[in-house]
């Protein structure tokens, strides 16, 4: 399903599927890095958005050699998940190629799927070819434009979009174990590296992580929306622009990211006692020219400034709805699933939105307004429409959540639920990817 239906999700790898700890345990595990300390007016306690994310030594120290251990880590994930769904497959002696022609079609068709077509059309052919009318214009031009670009490397599209996806993924997984380590000596934990480290284990074994293998745009949006978070946590605002417009070309949800980013500026300027925005704060708008250009060109090609919204209309048929509706509508397409693996995939969905539904109240509590600004948003424009779908696969760009499990996780006492976290979630994401490779509905 495109972007626009949001990449809510609480991340039901460590969250819906895998954490079942609870909510109290949850806000004591987090408490200390929550609170920021006082302005030197005598202010109220700030959020870590509105803080700086490491001493000023730390953060002028190189760090980029380090990050040899999570590209590792995350790479060596990768080749192992696509190994044992190769190797699974042939075993099993999946049938031959059905969409992509070659010798190589059967390899990758394991891994290209679903809406990996969508993308892979527009990158060879453009929106709306002749006689194709609807709904690849759902799809934001990013993550086809990235496959183009890497496509004389790999001399065919299929490859080029495998390869985009793990080098975001890779980027991805750097960013996200430098903003926990950023974020724990900011707490004072004596250990940050760990603190990156459990991060990003999280991150390569997410139950749904096979998309971040995958012909899909989760990994590149993930790797912006990273980028622009870690630069406004630097305070590093035209940057955050350069970030967030890459996002919102890759997904509709950069809107959601947005918002969130603009409740951390405003926090940061009331912790610097300042009421007046600086130049800067134009950078938030780089989203909005984004959509706005993509939009004329639709608007180019069809005569309708409302060519998306059509096609999300024509193509998944959602409308919003108020809560109780959505989960109740939820409900009952889980009990009339036709399939054991839509079963499992409805199923799925309605558990992320609900625990997406407490995680936002966790991070409120917490007072992480950015955080529960951007999962709130995510979370919510599932939750209050008539189509929960793909819940889990949104949830993998939720970032917040796996910072705050891995919090969690760096308590003394709580030490131990890394470990058993990656055991528990890794056999769900071979099984997962596996189904996937086998052209069953995942999400």
């Known amino acids: 399903m495109p972007g626009a239906k949001s990449e809510i999700s609480v991340t039901a790898e460590t969250s819906g599927a895998c954490v079942r700890t609870s909510t109290e345990e949850v806000l004591v595990a987090a408490g200390d890095s929550a609170a920021a300390g006082d302005s030197a007016a005598g202010s109220s306690e700030q959020d870590p958005g509105t803080a700086p994310v490491a001493p000023a030594a730390d953060a002028r120290a190189p760090w980029w050699p380090g990050a040899l251990l999570p590209v590792g880590i995350w790479i060596g994930s990768r080749a192992a998940l696509i190994g044992m769904v190769l190797l699974v497959g042939y075993l099993l002696g999946t049938p031959p190629a059905a969409r992509i022609p070659g010798g190589d079609g059967w390899v990758l068709e394991r891994f290209v799927w679903w809406d990996s077509f969508h993308f892979l059309r527009i990158a060879d052919l453009g929106y709306l070819p002749p006689g194709l009318e609807c709904c690849d214009q759902a799809f934001f031009p990013g993550y086809p434009l990235g496959i183009r670009m890497f496509t004389p490397l790999t001399g065919r599209s299929e490859w080029a979009s495998?390869?985009?996806?793990?080098?975001?993924?890779?980027?991805?997984?750097?960013?996200?174990?430098?903003?926990?380590?950023?974020?724990?000596?900011?707490?004072?934990?004596?250990?940050?590296?760990?603190?990156?480290?459990?991060?990003?284990?999280?991150?390569?074994?997410?139950?749904?992580?096979?998309?971040?293998?995958?012909?899909?745009?989760?990994?590149?949006?993930?790797?912006?929306?990273?980028?622009?978070?870690?630069?406004?946590?630097?305070?590093?605002?035209?940057?955050?622009?350069?970030?967030?417009?890459?996002?919102?070309?890759?997904?509709?949800?950069?809107?959601?990211?947005?918002?969130?980013?603009?409740?951390?500026?405003?926090?940061?300027?009331?912790?610097?006692?300042?009421?007046r925005p600086r130049p800067d704060v134009l950078a938030l708008g780089a989203p909005a020219l984004v959509i706005g250009a993509y939009f004329s060109y639709l608007f180019h090609r069809t005569g309708s400034w409302t060519a998306w919204q059509d096609a999300e209309?024509?193509?998944?048929?959602?409308?919003?709805?108020?809560?109780?509706?959505?989960?109740?509508?939820?409900?009952?397409?889980?009990?009339?699933?036709?399939?054991?693996?839509?079963?499992?995939?409805?199923?799925?969905?309605?558990?992320?939105?609900?625990?997406?539904?407490?995680?936002?109240?966790?991070?409120?509590?917490?007072?992480?307004?950015?955080?529960?600004?951007?999962?709130?948003?995510?979370?919510?424009?599932?939750?209050?429409?008539?189509?929960?779908?793909?819940?889990?696969?949104?949830?993998?760009?939720?970032?917040?959540?796996?910072?705050?499990?891995?919090?969690?996780?760096?308590?003394?006492?709580?030490?131990?639920?890394?470990?058993?976290?990656?055991?528990?979630?890794?056999?769900?994401?071979?099984?997962?990817?596996?189904?996937?490779?086998?052209?069953?509905?995942?999400?």
């Open 162 to 275: 495998l390869l985009v996806t793990l080098v975001f993924g890779t980027v991805a997984a750097v960013l996200l174990w430098r903003i926990a380590i950023d974020r724990a000596r900011a707490a004072g934990d004596p250990t940050p590296q760990r603190a990156g480290l459990v991060a990003v284990s999280f991150l390569a074994v997410a139950p749904y992580g096979i998309f971040l293998s995958a012909a899909y745009s989760e990994a590149m949006f993930l790797a912006f929306a990273l980028g622009a978070w870690r630069m406004g946590l630097q305070r590093r605002w035209w940057w955050v622009g350069v970030m967030l417009a890459g996002a919102t070309a890759v997904r509709i949800n950069g809107v959601f990211l947005t918002a969130a980013l603009a409740v951390m500026y405003l926090g940061q300027l009331r912790s610097e006692q300042r009421w």
């Open 313 to 443: 209309a024509m193509g998944w048929h959602r409308q919003n709805a108020w809560l109780w509706r959505g989960i109740a509508l939820s409900w009952d397409s889980l009990r009339t699933a036709p399939a054991p693996d839509v079963v499992v995939s409805r199923t799925a969905d309605l558990l992320t939105v609900l625990a997406g539904l407490v995680l936002v109240v966790v991070l409120l509590v917490l007072r992480r307004w950015p955080d529960a600004t951007y999962l709130g948003l995510n979370v919510g424009v599932v939750a209050f429409s008539t189509l929960y779908v793909s819940a889990p696969r949104y949830a993998l760009t939720c970032f917040p959540v796996y910072l705050l499990v891995t919090d969690l996780a760096q308590r003394p006492r709580w030490r131990w639920l890394a470990p058993v976290l990656i055991v528990a979630c890794l056999p769900l994401e071979v099984a997962l990817a596996l189904a996937f490779s086998a052209h069953l509905w995942v999400a």
